[in-house]
C-alpha cells in the first residue's frame, strides 16, 4: 500500500479496540516466567553449551601473543574461537569496529576469544586462564583534549548535513539587545538495559538460526551474514522477546556472532551472553557531547540569532551524536546556525541510545532557553510561547504537519500549579529542603519507513498477525493485535500475533520511536487487502463489506468470518510504503515537561518530588502502553540529570565504572508520582492510523527541566551533566 494522500476516515476510526486501554497479552507470559528470551531458548536447543567471551586488556595496539594452553585443558572445554581460527569474517555495515577482535585492537573490551565449554561455570573459569601479551599503542580518550581539531562528518541518513545556516547570525547576534553564549556538557552514558546481549546459536548443515536480543532483525540477518560471510538466505534470527535495548541491540553484536562461531566449531548449539562489564565496554553507548549555544533575543523575546554547536567522538569511521538537531526546528528565528563536528577517540563505539541527538541536544538547549529567560525577565513558558513557529525555520514554505507545543506548555503549565512558581531562585522551603520548579519542551521527529506483515484467518475465525517487528517491553505485540482485531472487525481474544522472526515479512522494527506508528501502518495495510480477499470470495464489493462482531456484512447478508475464510483460511501480505508527504510537511512530535525538586540545603542532595508530561503524539494506539514508555523515559531523564555517567579512563582508554554497581541508574526510591497527559490529536498526514511515536520524547527535555528546577530551587547553574553534589555545595544559599 501506497501512503501518498492523508488519510481520511477509515476503520481504525472506529475505536472500538484501537485507542483503548488494553492489558499487554503478553503480561501472562512475562510474568510467568514463560517468556522465551535469547539465552532460555531449552525447547529450541536442550543440548546447548555455553561460550564465555574475553574482553581485550588493552584501549588501542596489537596481540603480541595469546596462549590457549591452560584453558583448553581446563574441564569442560570443548573449543576456543579467535580471530586466528574462526576463518574470513567480514565487518556489518552497522559495525563500527570490528566484533572479534586480533591481532590489531580497536577499544578496550573488544571481543578476542570465545571459551565454548559443557557448563557456564567451566566456559567462565576456562576464560580466566586465556593468557594475552599486548603491545599498546598511543590513543585518544579525550574529547575535550580533541575538540579543537574536530572536522565535521559527512552527511548520513538519519543526522543530515553537519551544518545549516540561515541568514546572517554573526551581524543578528551582534546586534541583538539580549545575548547568552554558554557552553555545555554531557557525559558518556550507558544503555544499561535488564537483560544482557544473549544470543543462542544452532547449525543445521550450512543454514544458521540464532534466537537472540536484538531489535531490528532484517538489518541484523544481513550484517551477520556479511560478518561470517553466508548467503542471507542461509541466516534466521529469531527475537520474541527482548528485555529492553533502548538503542544498544539495534545491530548484530559479538555475542550473536561467537555464538555462531563457537557453534559451528563444536557442531552443536552455543548460548552466549556478555557479562555486564562487557556490555558497557564492549558494545554501544550514547557519547558525551560539549555544546556551545548563543542566543540573541529582542526585548519582548523573540529570537533574533540562535546557533548551536556540538562536539562529540567515536572510533574512525563512526557517527556523531547529533545533538544541535532539534535546534534546526523547534524555536523561531530569521538568523540561524548549527555546526557538528567529529572527533576520533579509541573510546568503545558510540551510537544510537534512546533519542540519540534530541536527549542531550535538549539537555543544553533547554537551559539555554531557560537562561534567557533569565536575561530577559520574562517566564520560561512565555518566552518558548513567542517563538512558536508552525513552519520549518530552516525552510518556511515547508508547514508542520500538526504543531500543538503551545497546547502542551499551557496545559502543563495549568495542571501543574506553575503560577506557584517563584520567579526569584531560592525562596521556597520546606524546613531544610529548597524547593524548585522547572520545566522544559520535549521535542523529537516523527520517522517514517517501509513496514510489511502477514495476515491469516482460519476456519474458526481466529486472526494471525506475522512481522519480523519486535517488542522490547514497549507494547508491539498489544498494538499490533489492536489494529488487526479493529481491522477485522473480531476481538482481541481472538488475535495472535507473532513477532521477531526473519521469516516473517520485514516491517520497520524497534527503534527511533518508529515502530508503533510504521509497524501498525504495515499491519493495517496487509488487513486492507485480506478484507478485499475475504469481500471477492464472497461475491461482496469491498467498498460496502462491514467487518463487526466476527462477521462480513453487506446489504441483507452476515457470513461468520471463519466461514468466509473456509476450510483452508485465507491470508494475505501487504507493507505501508510512503511517498513525500515527510517531504512537504516537517512531521515531529512534543512535549512539555515540568519537575519540582527538593535539594537539601546543607548537603545539596537532590529530590525529585512530582513530575508531568504533556504529549503530542498523534493518535496513542494504547494509552496503557503509551503512559508506561513515558514515564520509563522520564525516569531515564532522571538519571541522566542527576547520576548517569560512564567515568573515562583517559590514561588507559576504557569505561571504569563497568557495571550496575559502579554505573547508577534510578530505583524505585528516586521516582515520585508522575503523572502524564496526551493531547487528544491525530496527524492524517502520518499514516493510516494517524499516530506518531512518543517512547522517546518522554525522554527528551526531562534532564533541562530538571536543571532548571535545580536552579530555581538554589540560584545555582550547573551546565555539566550529571548535577552531582559536588558541582552544587560551593555554590549554595546560605543554610541559616
Same mark, same amino acid.
Given at each position: 500500500?501506497? =501512503?501518498?494522500?492523508?488519510?481520511?476516515?477509515?476503520?481504525?476510526?472506529?475505536?472500538?479496540?484501537?485507542?483503548?486501554?488494553?492489558? !499487554?497479552?503478553?503480561?501472562?507470559?512475562?510474568?510467568?516466567?514463560?517468556?522465551?528470551?535469547?539465552?532460555?531458548?531449552?525447547?529450541?536447543?536442550?543440548?546447548?553449551?555455553?561460550?564465555?567471551?574475553?574482553?581485550?586488556?588493552?584501549?588501542?595496539?596489537?596481540?603480541?601473543?595469546?596462549?590457549?594452553?591452560?584453558?583448553?585443558?581446563?574441564?569442560?572445554?570443548?573449543?576456543?574461537?579467535?580471530? !586466528?581460527? #574462526?576463518?574470513?569474517?567480514?565487518?556489518?555495515?552497522?559495525?563500527?569496529?570490528?566484533?572479534?577482535?586480533?591481532?590489531?585492537?580497536?577499544?578496550? &573490551?573488544?571481543?578476542?576469544?570465545?571459551?565454548?565449554?559443557?557448563? =557456564?561455570?567451566?566456559?567462565?573459569?576456562?576464560?580466566?586462564?586465556?593468557?594475552?601479551?599486548?603491545?599498546?599503542?598511543?590513543?585518544?580518550?579525550? @574529547?575535550?583534549?580533541?575538540?579543537?581539531?574536530?572536522?565535521?562528518?559527512?552527511?548520513?541518513?538519519?543526522?543530515?548535513?553537519?551544518?545549516?545556516?540561515?541568514?546572517?547570525?554573526?551581524?543578528?547576534?551582534?546586534?541583538?539587545?539580549?545575548?547568552?553564549?554558554?557552553?555545555?556538557?554531557?557525559?558518556?552514558?550507558? &544503555?544499561?538495559?535488564?537483560?544482557?546481549?544473549?544470543?543462542?546459536?544452532?547449525?543445521?548443515?550450512?543454514?544458521?538460526?540464532?534466537?537472540?536480543?536484538?531489535?531490528?532483525?532484517?538489518?541484523?540477518?544481513?550484517?551477520?551474514?556479511?560478518?561470517?560471510?553466508?548467503?542471507?538466505?542461509?541466516?534466521?534470527?529469531?527475537?520474541?522477546?527482548?528485555?529492553?535495548?533502548?538503542?544498544?541491540?539495534?545491530?548484530?553484536?559479538?555475542?550473536?556472532?561467537?555464538?555462531?562461531?563457537? #557453534?559451528?566449531?563444536?557442531?552443536?548449539?552455543?548460548?552466549?551472553?556478555?557479562?555486564?562489564?562487557?556490555?558497557?565496554?564492549?558494545?554501544?553507548? !550514547?557519547?558525551?557531547?560539549?555544546?556551545?549555544?548563543?542566543?540573541?533575543?529582542?526585548?519582548?523575546?523573540?529570537?533574533?540569532?540562535?546557533?548551536?554547536?556540538?562536539?562529540?567522538?567515536?572510533?574512525?569511521?563512526?557517527?556523531?551524536?547529533?545533538?544541535?538537531?532539534?535546534?534546526? @526546528?523547534?524555536?523561531?528565528?530569521?538568523?540561524?546556525?548549527?555546526?557538528?563536528?567529529?572527533?576520533?577517540?579509541? @573510546?568503545?563505539?558510540?551510537?544510537?541510545?534512546?533519542?540519540?541527538?534530541?536527549?542531550?541536544?535538549?539537555?543544553? @538547549?533547554?537551559?539555554?532557553?531557560?537562561?534567557?529567560?533569565?536575561?530577559?525577565?520574562?517566564?520560561?513558558?512565555?518566552?518558548?510561547?513567542?517563538?512558536?513557529?508552525?513552519?520549518?525555520?530552516?525552510? $518556511?514554505?515547508?508547514?508542520?504537519?500538526?504543531?500543538?507545543?503551545?497546547?502542551?506548555?499551557?496545559?502543563?503549565?495549568?495542571?501543574?500549579?506553575?503560577?506557584? !512558581?517563584?520567579?526569584? $531562585?531560592?525562596?521556597?522551603?520546606?524546613?531544610?529542603?529548597?524547593?524548585?520548579?522547572?520545566?522544559?519542551?520535549?521535542?523529537?521527529?516523527?520517522?517514517?519507513?517501509?513496514?510489511?506483515?502477514?495476515?491469516?484467518?482460519? *476456519?474458526?475465525?481466529?486472526?494471525?498477525?506475522?512481522?519480523?517487528?519486535?517488542?522490547?517491553?514497549?507494547?508491539?505485540?498489544?498494538?499490533?493485535?489492536?489494529?488487526?482485531?479493529?481491522?477485522?472487525?473480531?476481538?482481541?481474544?481472538?488475535?495472535?500475533?507473532?513477532?521477531?522472526?526473519?521469516? &516473517?515479512?520485514?516491517?520497520?522494527?524497534?527503534?527511533?520511536?518508529?515502530?508503533?506508528?510504521?509497524?501498525?501502518?504495515?499491519?493495517?495495510?496487509?488487513?486492507?487487502?485480506?478484507?478485499?480477499?475475504?469481500?471477492?470470495?464472497?461475491?461482496?464489493?469491498?467498498?460496502?463489506?462491514?467487518?463487526?462482531?466476527?462477521?462480513?456484512?453487506?446489504?441483507?447478508?452476515?457470513?461468520?468470518?471463519?466461514?468466509?475464510?473456509? $476450510?483452508?483460511?485465507?491470508?494475505?501480505?501487504?507493507?505501508?510504503?510512503?511517498?513525500?508527504?515527510?517531504?512537504?510537511?516537517?512531521?515531529?512530535?512534543?512535549?512539555? *515537561?515540568?519537575?519540582?525538586?527538593?535539594?537539601?540545603?546543607?548537603?545539596?542532595?537532590?529530590?525529585?518530588?512530582?513530575?508531568?508530561?504533556?504529549?503530542?503524539?498523534?493518535?496513542?494506539?494504547?494509552?496503557?502502553?503509551?503512559?508506561?514508555?513515558?514515564?520509563?523515559?522520564?525516569?531515564?531523564?532522571?538519571?541522566?540529570?542527576?547520576?548517569?555517567?560512564?567515568?573515562?579512563?583517559?590514561?588507559?582508554?576504557? =569505561?571504569?565504572? &563497568?557495571?550496575?554497581?559502579?554505573?547508577?541508574?534510578?530505583? *524505585?526510591?528516586?521516582?515520585?508520582?508522575?503523572?502524564?497527559? =496526551?493531547?487528544?490529536?491525530?496527524?492524517?498526514?502520518?499514516?493510516?492510523?494517524?499516530?506518531?511515536?512518543?517512547?522517546?520524547?518522554?525522554?527528551?527535555?526531562?534532564?533541562?527541566?530538571?536543571?532548571?528546577?535545580?536552579?530555581?530551587?538554589?540560584?545555582?547553574?550547573?551546565?555539566?551533566?550529571?548535577?552531582?553534589?559536588?558541582?552544587?555545595?560551593?555554590?549554595?544559599?546560605?543554610?541559616?
Amino acid at each position: 500500500m501506497k =501512503f501518498d494522500t492523508p488519510a481520511t476516515t477509515n476503520p481504525i476510526d472506529q475505536l472500538k479496540v484501537v485507542g483503548q486501554p488494553a492489558p !499487554r497479552i503478553d503480561g501472562p507470559l512475562k510474568t510467568t516466567g514463560t517468556a522465551p528470551y535469547a539465552y532460555e531458548r531449552h525447547d529450541a536447543a536442550p543440548d546447548a553449551v555455553y561460550g564465555c567471551v574475553v574482553g581485550a586488556g588493552i584501549a588501542k595496539g596489537r596481540i603480541a601473543s595469546m596462549d590457549l594452553r591452560a584453558a583448553r585443558a581446563a574441564p569442560g572445554v570443548l573449543a576456543i574461537v579467535t580471530a !586466528r581460527n #574462526a576463518g574470513k569474517l567480514g565487518k556489518g555495515s552497522f559495525n563500527t569496529a570490528k566484533l572479534l577482535g586480533g591481532p590489531d585492537i580497536d577499544h578496550y &573490551h573488544q571481543a578476542v576469544a570465545l571459551v565454548v565449554a559443557t557448563t =557456564f561455570e567451566q566456559a567462565r573459569a576456562a576464560a580466566q586462564r586465556v593468557r594475552i601479551r599486548y603491545t599498546p599503542a598511543a590513543g585518544k580518550y579525550d @574529547l575535550s583534549a580533541e575538540k579543537a581539531g574536530a572536522p565535521m562528518p559527512k552527511p548520513t541518513a538519519f543526522g543530515g548535513p553537519a551544518q545549516s545556516k540561515v541568514g546572517d547570525f554573526d551581524g543578528a547576534y551582534a546586534a541583538a539587545p539580549a545575548q547568552l553564549d554558554a557552553t555545555y556538557t554531557t557525559p558518556d552514558q550507558s &544503555h544499561a538495559m535488564m537483560e544482557p546481549h544473549a544470543s543462542t546459536a544452532l547449525w543445521r548443515g550450512d543454514k544458521l538460526t540464532v534466537w537472540t536480543s536484538n531489535q531490528m532483525i532484517a538489518w541484523s540477518v544481513g550484517d551477520l551474514a556479511k560478518t561470517l560471510g553466508i548467503p542471507k538466505d542461509n541466516v534466521r534470527l529469531v527475537s520474541p522477546f527482548i528485555g529492553g535495548g533502548f538503542g544498544g541491540k539495534l545491530f548484530v553484536r559479538a555475542d550473536a556472532v561467537l555464538a555462531a562461531l563457537g #557453534a559451528r566449531a563444536v557442531r552443536r548449539p552455543v548460548k552466549v551472553a556478555l557479562q555486564r562489564p562487557l556490555m558497557i565496554n564492549n558494545t554501544t553507548h !550514547r557519547p558525551a557531547t560539549i555544546q556551545r549555544i548563543r542566543i540573541g533575543a529582542l526585548p519582548d523575546g523573540r529570537i533574533t540569532a540562535i546557533a548551536h554547536e556540538g562536539w562529540s567522538g567515536d572510533l574512525p569511521g563512526g557517527q556523531a551524536e547529533t545533538a544541535v538537531n532539534q535546534t534546526r @526546528l523547534l524555536y523561531a528565528g530569521a538568523n540561524r546556525l548549527t555546526t557538528t563536528r567529529l572527533a576520533v577517540l579509541d @573510546l568503545p563505539e558510540g551510537n544510537a541510545m534512546r533519542a540519540p541527538g534530541e536527549a542531550p541536544g535538549l539537555m543544553a @538547549l533547554e537551559i539555554a532557553i531557560d537562561e534567557m529567560a533569565e536575561k530577559l525577565g520574562m517566564d520560561p513558558v512565555a518566552l518558548r510561547i513567542v517563538n512558536d513557529t508552525q513552519v520549518d525555520p530552516e525552510k $518556511p514554505a515547508r508547514p508542520y504537519s500538526q504543531r500543538n507545543l503551545v497546547q502542551c506548555l499551557r496545559l502543563g503549565a495549568e495542571r501543574f500549579g506553575w503560577e506557584r !512558581r517563584s520567579a526569584q $531562585p531560592a525562596q521556597r522551603r520546606e524546613g531544610r529542603w529548597l524547593m524548585g520548579m522547572g520545566m522544559a519542551a520535549g521535542f523529537r521527529n516523527n520517522l517514517l519507513t517501509k513496514s510489511g506483515a502477514r495476515v491469516r484467518i482460519d *476456519h474458526r475465525g481466529i486472526v494471525t498477525v506475522e512481522t519480523d517487528m519486535t517488542d522490547i517491553g514497549t507494547g508491539s505485540y498489544t498494538i499490533i493485535a489492536q489494529t488487526a482485531a479493529e481491522m477485522m472487525g473480531v476481538p482481541l481474544a481472538s488475535v495472535q500475533v507473532r513477532l521477531g522472526d526473519s521469516l &516473517h515479512p520485514v516491517s520497520a522494527g524497534s527503534g527511533g520511536q518508529w515502530g508503533g506508528n510504521n509497524s501498525t501502518a504495515g499491519v493495517y495495510a496487509a488487513c486492507v487487502k485480506l478484507r478485499e480477499a475475504v469481500a471477492k470470495k464472497l461475491g461482496m464489493p469491498a467498498a460496502d463489506a462491514v467487518f463487526v462482531d466476527g462477521t462480513v456484512r453487506t446489504a441483507g447478508r452476515s457470513v461468520p468470518l471463519g466461514e468466509a475464510a473456509g $476450510p483452508q483460511g485465507l491470508a494475505a501480505e501487504d507493507a505501508i510504503e510512503y511517498g513525500d508527504l515527510d517531504k512537504k510537511y516537517q512531521q515531529s512530535t512534543f512535549a512539555a *515537561h515540568f519537575i519540582e525538586v527538593a535539594v537539601d540545603a546543607a548537603t545539596a542532595e537532590t529530590r525529585v518530588r512530582r513530575m508531568l508530561a504533556v504529549c503530542a503524539a498523534g493518535r496513542i494506539l494504547n494509552p496503557i502502553s503509551a503512559r508506561s514508555q513515558v514515564i520509563g523515559a522520564m525516569t531515564m531523564g532522571v538519571g541522566a540529570a542527576l547520576m548517569e555517567e560512564l567515568a573515562v579512563d583517559k590514561r588507559r582508554g576504557f =569505561f571504569v565504572n &563497568h557495571d550496575l554497581a559502579g554505573y547508577e541508574v534510578p530505583v *524505585h526510591a528516586d521516582i515520585p508520582h508522575q503523572d502524564v497527559i =496526551f493531547l487528544d490529536e491525530t496527524d492524517p498526514i502520518s499514516s493510516p492510523m494517524k499516530a506518531k511515536g512518543v517512547g522517546e520524547l518522554g525522554l527528551c527535555g526531562v534532564g533541562a527541566a530538571i536543571a532548571n528546577a535545580i536552579c530555581n530551587a538554589t540560584g545555582v547553574r550547573v551546565r555539566d551533566y550529571p548535577i552531582t553534589l559536588d558541582k552544587l555545595l560551593d555554590r549554595m544559599p546560605p543554610f541559616a
